[in-house]
């Protein structure tokens, strides 16, 4: 039955952590359930392809909230179980232990799920797909071992992963369908420049290829099989050939899917007591006058307390959250930063600035009217509390006066506009 005093958030990632984190910052007093079929407390997923991989980052620093902080802020997390079914008549969730627990409002932060390979041999021991702290683990024992990789997919997850193991002297193979690696999101130009950065740092980079076989001798992986007839040796294979929302609980309760769970600028789905965040919205943005699922962590990030203040009536934010682009490989593997990020209209090209060949790259948008949404990156990497309703944000200084060469001056000093990276 319906109960007007709990709020229940399924799904116990950044998106999910970082709503309950809202309602209680936001002033709801009442029951707040956050549910997870993982059975860890909810966690950060950019770190297991970078620092975590790399052992730069220990297993505390991945997690959203210290061990003690759902406690102390009086919300019930139940991990290790799952949520099998939405009744939206009752106003419940059904647990896979067959708990109902009744609700107000509930938020979907349900996430996404690695896409499979469809060839002979990919279930195979030593195949590995990444979304979890116990998958990053498995990768990290296997780069640990120095065995020959191959990488099945050239974009962002595949692409950080082969540069966690070229940073530990790992032989890698890269395997790419499209004619380079990242063309999809970032166009000919830039993929061409990731594509010889990887190169540089020993990568076997094989594009325009297609994977037809996992090969394997006694249940585990010895190498993979091209159309060519090419066969690679391996004893690790990474598969990061994307990901799909996952929107099954959604649709069998009957709310509106398609290619992720449709909500409007409120994150409210179909159903109004029904919200949608993360990787499995596709959010409405009336900037674009579109819908538009967007697969990045700021978005989990942003969207998260979004929706948590839709479903407490309290209005949100009107920017458009979209973040497309961020860093595909870490400092010493060539390129230390990408500035700023954001969607960019169609015709319209980055421009490169101090690029020697692919050293110093710094791609950023044009200026002028009309500028998507940009988002520093790592400006949020230790996000912090969701400010109070009422809050008002400190004046901006204002900016030094610009001298006739185009930056300002001081004492007789050029002042320069930025830092470099």
Known sequence: MTDDATMVVVGAGLAGAKAVETLRAEGFSGRVVLVGAEDERPYERPPLSKEYLQGRATRESVFVHPPDWYADHGVELRTGVAVTGLDRDAHEVVLADGDRIGYRSMLL??????????VPGADLEGVHHLRTLADSDGIAAAIRGSAPTVVIGGGWIGLEVTAAARLA??????????????????????????????????????????????????????????????????????????ITPNTGLAEAAGLEVDDGIVVDQHHRTSDPAVHAAGDVAKLYH????????????????????SAARAMLGHGTDPRPPAVLLHRPVRPRH?????????????????RRHRDPGVRGLLARGRSGAGRHERQRLGRHRRHQPPRPRGHTRRPRPARR???????????GRTLTQGRSS
């Open 334 to 350: 060539g390129v230390h930063r990408v500035r700023r990020a954001g969607r960019v209209r169609r015709g319209r090209r980055p």
């Open 286 to 305: 009336p900037a674009y006058d579109w819908h538009l699922r967007v697969e990045h962590w700021a978005n989990a990030l942003n969207g998260g307390p």
């Open 109 to 118: 932060a349900t996430g996404s799920s690695p896409r499979l390979l469809s």
């Open 169 to 242: 002297d790992v032989p890698v193979t890269v395997i790419e369908s499209a004619p380079l690696p990242l063309l999809r999101v970032l166009g000919p130009e830039m993929a061409q420049v990731f594509a010889e950065l990887h190169r540089e740092h020993g990568v076997d980079l094989r594009c325009g290829v297609e994977l037809v076989e996992v090969l394997g001798r006694d249940g585990h992986v010895t190498g993979v099989r091209l159309a060519e007839g090419a066969v690679i040796d391996a004893d690790t294979v990474l598969v990061g050939i994307g």
């Open 401 to 411: 006066p610009r001298g006739p060469a185009g930056g300002g001056t001081d004492g």
